[in-house]
Nanobody, 118 residues
Framework: QVELVESGGGWVQPGGSLRLSCAASGFTFSMYAMGWYRQAPGKERELVAIIGTSGGSTNYGDSVKGRFFISRDNAKKTVYLQMNGLKPEDTAVYYC???????????WGQGTQVTVSS
């Protein structure tokens, strides 16, 4: 079955860094663009970053441009999100997503919590 497992979240002080990982299984990983999204309490889920199938094309939400970087390793079937210069407003649950899998029942991971505070 399709499965996405996020990891790497935790607590960090403002200005710190974290790297999130999303391990994928149950589908041909290299055929799909992948994305990271986040959702803070009381807010709608928002796009953080998307990466194309080979890693050569990326898009970022305006609030994270220049600070966050998405990458993927197709051999390891894993997508990463390097987060630098973290701010309290980055606090959210971060979710991994399979892009363009329109008819799939499962396209989201369960999420990993990132908390940025002093």
């Amino acid at each position: 079955q399709v499965e996405l497992v996020e990891s790497g979240g935790g607590w960090v002080q403002p200005g710190g860094s974290l790297r999130l990982s999303c391990a994928a299984s149950g589908f041909t990983f290299s055929m799909y663009a992948m994305g990271w999204y986040r959702q803070a309490p009381g807010k709608e889920r928002e796009l953080v970053a998307i990466i194309g199938t080979s890693g050569g094309s990326t898009n970022y939400g305006d609030s994270v441009k220049g600070r966050f970087f998405i990458s993927r390793d197709n051999a390891k079937k894993t997508v990463y999100l390097q987060m630098n210069g973290l701010k309290p407003e980055d606090t959210a649950v971060y979710y991994c997503h399979i892009e363009r899998a329109w008819d799939w029942a499962t396209t989201w991971g369960q999420g990993t919590q990132v908390t940025v505070s002093s």
